[in-house]
């Protein structure tokens, strides 16, 4: 079938999703409707904004549809009318239901951002790095009525860089996975594809993010602590408590070379600065040390290191 007669319905909302929407433009799909959430209040002073995939349709013309639910008699006569041949859905926030998936002819084909069926569900990217996994990828799915359950149709791998941050993982993920896609719907369409059922049996869940999970303490792992503050940076952000008091690392690495660290402070408590000066803010944890390269102390602003590890007293607590 010629691209640009094969109409598809593409689903998504982030970055992630606008980066697939742009290749399917670009490589001359027939996109006749975009489905996204709704336009939500951003920043301290809620200005509502559009999700990414809104404003790249907008930008190339495709009509754009932002229902509250899919699960009603509107929005199932409003995708029917379109008579899609295939929808393509790219970290769309819903599940969608049976009368929606039946509705294409070549059914529908789904860009997770993990290696299915490790990590099913809203946070794959962000549990990838909190646990300190070393490679992820995008799985190509053929959709059911489950979360991430769907038939596996392709994956690509992708390694996660050892201080690698969600934003960048995610963006590279976008990038591979459309690099990927129109090569998956030109195939799958052709019937050149066969899916492989997942083993459920081997499948990990991944719940949305609470605010609560950016918190970590000076006895874990410097490693853990790393991965969190890598992997929840953009939100809520690692952070430590003490009393009342909440300091947010925003950047750090594992110190690799213990020489820095002064003899007579690596027996410190967990907590202690063990260097401050220029760029090296170290701190001892409860295995190795952690080098903070950007935080923000409580009432204050983001700081890089270098700007702000001559207020901190070596030997004393960070915070």
């Given at each position: 079938?010629?691209?640009r007669?094969?109409?598809?319905?593409f689903m998504g909302?982030?970055?992630?999703a606008?980066?697939?929407?742009?290749?399917?433009?670009?490589?001359?799909?027939n996109?006749v409707?975009?489905?996204?959430?709704p336009?939500k209040?951003v920043?301290r002073k809620?200005?509502?904004t559009?999700?990414p995939v809104?404003?790249?349709?907008?930008?190339?013309?495709?009509?754009?549809y932002?229902?509250d639910?899919?699960r009603?008699?509107?929005?199932?006569?409003?995708l029917?009318s379109?008579?899609?041949?295939l929808?393509?859905?790219?970290?769309?926030?819903?599940i969608?239901?049976?009368?929606?998936?039946?509705?294409?002819?070549?059914?529908?084909?789904?860009?997770h951002g993990?290696?299915l069926?490790?990590?099913?569900?809203?946070?794959?990217?962000?549990?990838?790095i909190l646990?300190g996994d070393?490679v992820?990828?995008?799985?190509?799915?053929k959709?059911?009525?489950g979360?991430?359950?769907g038939?596996i149709?392709?994956k690509?791998e992708?390694e996660?860089?050892?201080n690698?941050?969600?934003?960048?993982?995610?963006?590279?993920l976008?990038e591979a996975?459309?690099?990927?896609?129109?090569?998956?719907?030109d195939?799958?369409?052709e019937?050149?594809?066969?899916?492989v059922?997942?083993?459920?049996g081997k499948?990990?869940?991944?719940?949305?993010?609470?605010?609560?999970?950016?918190e970590f303490?000076?006895?874990?792992d410097?490693?853990d602590i790393?991965?969190?503050?890598?992997?929840?940076?953009?939100?809520?952000?690692?952070?430590?408590?003490?009393?009342?008091?909440k300091?947010k690392?925003?950047?750090s690495?594992v110190?690799?070379?213990?020489?820095?660290v002064?003899?007579?402070?690596?027996?410190s408590?967990?907590?202690?600065?063990?260097k401050?000066?220029?760029?090296?803010?170290i701190?001892?944890c409860?295995?190795?040390?952690?080098?903070?390269?950007?935080?923000?102390?409580?009432?204050?602003k983001r700081?890089?290191a270098?700007?702000?590890?001559h207020?901190?007293?070596?030997?004393?607590?960070?915070i």
């Amino acid at each position: 079938m010629d691209r640009r007669e094969l109409k598809i319905i593409f689903m998504g909302t982030p970055e992630f999703a606008g980066t697939n929407l742009k290749a399917l433009i670009d490589s001359g799909y027939n996109v006749v409707l975009a489905l996204c959430q709704p336009d939500k209040p951003v920043g301290r002073k809620h200005i509502l904004t559009a999700p990414p995939v809104k404003v790249m349709a907008q930008e190339n013309g495709i009509e754009v549809y932002q229902p509250d639910s899919l699960r009603n008699d509107e929005a199932l006569a409003k995708l029917s009318s379109y008579a899609p041949d295939l929808i393509v859905t790219a970290a769309y926030g819903k599940i969608l239901p049976a009368a929606i998936l039946d509705l294409p002819k070549y059914g529908c084909i789904n860009c997770h951002g993990s290696l299915l069926p490790a990590r099913r569900g809203a946070s794959p990217v962000q549990r990838a790095i909190l646990e300190g996994d070393k490679v992820t990828g995008v799985t190509f799915m053929k959709m059911d009525v489950g979360m991430d359950t769907g038939d596996i149709i392709d994956k690509v791998e992708v390694e996660i860089g050892p201080n690698e941050h969600t934003e960048s993982l995610m963006n590279r993920l976008a990038e591979a996975g459309a690099a990927k896609l129109p090569e998956i719907i030109d195939a799958w369409v052709e019937g050149k594809l066969t899916p492989v059922r997942q083993d459920d049996g081997k499948a990990t869940l991944c719940p949305p993010i609470k605010p609560e999970e950016g918190e970590f303490t000076w006895e874990q792992d410097a490693a853990d602590i790393h991965n969190r503050v890598r992997a929840l940076s953009a939100w809520p952000g690692a952070f430590v408590m003490k009393e009342d008091k909440k300091l947010k690392v925003l950047d750090s690495e594992v110190l690799s070379d213990e020489s820095a660290v002064p003899e007579e402070l690596k027996d410190s408590e967990p907590g202690t600065v063990v260097k401050a000066k220029g760029e090296n803010l170290i701190v001892k944890c409860g295995s190795g040390y952690i080098r903070i390269k950007e935080l923000q102390q409580p009432g204050g602003k983001r700081l890089n290191a270098r700007d702000c590890a001559h207020n901190f007293t070596v030997g004393s607590p960070v915070i």
